[in-house]
């Protein structure tokens, strides 16, 4: 199943009133960087609710960020083709599918939709499509407007680094990794690593979509 691929134009920012201006150029030109940010969410009420719900564990993970990151310009960033900071109005997450046979991985995209049942009945026939898939991108290349959601479900963690060399230091979007779930105190927790570009958010920025995430999964009700 081949998904149409939403992209829409991003709008350029206006750096004469665009507060981090300074902090974009700092960041993208003479101090090139990107820096990492592990947590542990407390899932304890999201695990429970979906333990008594049809509905997958992954997707709904995915759901949740893809929502908290919507939410904010920051994680919507992209360069236009001179190089100028620019937002998506939108943007829809790529995800990785793991093949066990091969222990490679695909990786698949579905639209962001704000409501959960409806981006849930979209992604899940992915997983299902393509879990033994042997091509990369089965569905073709991510649209440009997407961001990359990875997970671990063999281990937990408390630090997780991607490094990005090369052309890498164009890439403005987030990266998340997520690991398997760990029993503490009578509290079910989730690992997550955010990968942020430093052009492009600032520790601030990515320390309200942490708490704004641990805000959703804490009250699980639109599952």
């Not at 991003?10 to 960041?27: A, K, V």
């Not at 409501?115 to 649209?143: I, V, Y």
Request: with cysteine.
């Amino acid at each position: 199943m081949d998904a149409p691929a939403p992209t829409s134009s991003p709008t350029p920012i206006d750096l004469d009133t665009w507060p981090r201006r300074q902090h974009f150029e700092h960041y993208r030109r003479l101090v090139p960087c990107t820096y990492a940010m592990t947590v542990e969410l407390d899932v304890t009420a999201f695990a429970a609710a979906l333990r008594r719900s049809p509905r997958k564990s992954y997707i709904a993970q995915v759901w949740a960020l893809s929502t908290v990151v919507n939410r904010h310009d920051e994680f919507r960033m992209c360069l236009t083709a001179s190089g100028e900071p620019a937002v998506w109005p939108v943007v829809h997450p790529a995800f990785t599918v793991f093949n066990p046979e091969r222990e490679t991985f695909a990786c698949v995209w579905a639209a962001h939709d704000p409501d959960f049942g409806a981006f849930h009945d979209a992604a899940a026939p992915l997983l299902a499509e393509h879990g033994r898939a042997t091509d990369f991108f089965p569905q073709g290349a991510p649209p440009a407007n997407a961001f990359d959601v990875s997970s671990l479900p063999w281990t937990s963690f408390t630090g997780f680094n991607l490094n990005i060399g090369g052309n890498g230091w164009d890439h403005l979007a987030p990266i998340f990794t997520l690991g398997r779930y760990t029993e503490r105190d009578g509290r079910t927790l989730l690992p997550l690593a955010v990968q942020v570009h430093h052009a492009a958010a600032d520790g601030f920025h990515s320390a309200r979509l942490v708490n704004e995430l641990q805000a959703l999964v804490a009250d699980p009700s639109w599952l």
